[in-house]
């Protein structure tokens, strides 16, 4: 079944100019990219959009780190595009992640890892409707 998910290209990866080569292995992968904008996520934004994680230890790091510099925030679609693309992502951990996943190729380690994707349908209705409207996304 055809499903959408979404994708932020996290600071570490847009600030080396790795944008292109990550939106190359997503389209290798049979995702499309239905929609797509750079932004500079405010703190504000950030905190909320990783409220989940407000009790851990990382949390004040990942806020930092999500607004220290620009991000491009996606929406994939394709055939169970969140599992495909959690696939294609790779492992937290990029010295876990597979041959040839975006973190094995481009995540520096485990706080700079590169990418975020949707870890349910569920979440990603929830996470693409804080940056895009139903108008912003051309399938």
Known sequence: ????????????????????????VIEDAGLRIVAQKRIRMSRAQAEKFYEVHAARPFYGELVDSMTSGPVVVQVLEGEGAV?????????????????????????????????????????????IAQFFTEADIVG
């Not at 600071?11 to 990550?22: C, E």
């Not at 294609?88 to 990418?115: C, F, H, W």
């Open 83 to 127: 599992a495909k693309y959690r696939e294609v992502m790779g492992a937290t951990n990029p010295e876990q992640a597979a041959d040839g996943t975006i973190r094995k190729l481009y995540a520096r380690n485990v706080g700079e890892n590169s990418v975020h994707g949707s870890d349910s349908q569920d979440n990603a209705k929830l996470e």
């Open 1 to 24: 079944m055809t499903e959408r998910t979404f994708s932020i290209i996290k600071p570490d990866a847009t600030q080396r100019n790795l944008t292109g080569k990550i939106n190359a």
